[in-house]
């Protein structure tokens, strides 16, 4: 799987957007971007993932670059209960790949929201 | 039912101990993992069985031992630990069809501590 570059803490004011960036220059064609959130001790709950498309769901907006060697999620009016540590990863999709069953975690930015 | 449960929430054991840890989900998933994360850093991926049959070991040493008794369950046996394997033990599943959609749902974790 490819490795991902994540700023390692980030803030927001409550109401605001959350914008995380994720850097993935060496992803390949076949690998989904994926976002995860771990709230203090907690297991991690899955965000959203996307492949080359961008993709919205009830929780974000996952926003992939044309080139695919970044991405970026967004949470679009962050609450005090989105502070958590979020994660980018990178992995083969469809049955038989190599690294299939793996997901393998990143250090991850940690997202603080203040009131 | 969208739940991945783990049971203890808590474990306290001696070094000559054995404990097991026990996971269960109801959703049909064929795939379960077991993930190790130790304070401040990111989930590390153990063991996955997929139709019940082991898949990926990472290297863990023989004093875990994995167990996927049937579809639903899945055990960590646990011997003659270390006090560096303390950690939170996360357990997940997944459907284990390999696809796009090959979402992880994680437990709560086992808060292990070894003495």
């Known amino acids: 799987d490819a490795k991902t570059t994540q700023p390692p803490s980030m803030d927001c004011a409550e109401g605001r957007a959350a914008n995380l960036p994720c850097n993935h220059s060496t992803i390949s064609g076949n690998e989904y971007v994926y976002w995860y959130r771990q709230i203090h001790s907690q297991g991690p709950q899955y965000i959203i993932h996307?492949?080359?498309n961008n993709e919205t769901n009830e929780m974000a907006s996952l926003i992939i670059t044309e080139d695919r060697k970044s991405s970026t999620l967004i949470l679009p009016h962050a609450t005090l209960r989105d502070t958590a540590v979020y994660y980018c990863?990178?992995?083969?999709?469809?049955?038989?790949?190599?690294?299939?069953?793996?997901?393998?975690f990143g250090q991850g930015t940690i997202l603080t929201v203040h009131p | 039912d969208t739940e991945v449960t783990q049971t203890p929430k808590h474990l306290v054991m001696g070094m000559t101990n054995k404990k097991s840890l026990k996971c269960e989900q109801h959703m049909g998933h064929r795939a379960m993992y077991w993930y190790k994360q130790k304070a401040k850093k990111p989930p590390e991926l153990m063991f996955v069985y997929s139709y019940e049959k082991l898949s990926i070991n990472e290297s863990v040493p023989s004093r875990f031992s994995p167990e996927c008794p049937n579809s639903s369950l899945l055990n960590l046996h646990l011997h003659a630990l270390q006090p560096e394997d303390s950690a939170l033990y996360l357990c997940?599943?997944?459907?284990?069809?390999?696809?796009?959609?090959?979402?992880?749902?994680f437990g709560s974790g086992t808060q292990l501590s070894v003495l």
């Open positions: 996307g492949l080359k």
């Open positions: 997940a599943s997944s459907q284990a069809g390999g696809g796009r959609d090959e979402k992880l749902f």
């Open positions: 990863i990178v992995r083969v999709g469809g049955a038989g790949g190599t690294s299939y069953g793996k997901l393998t």
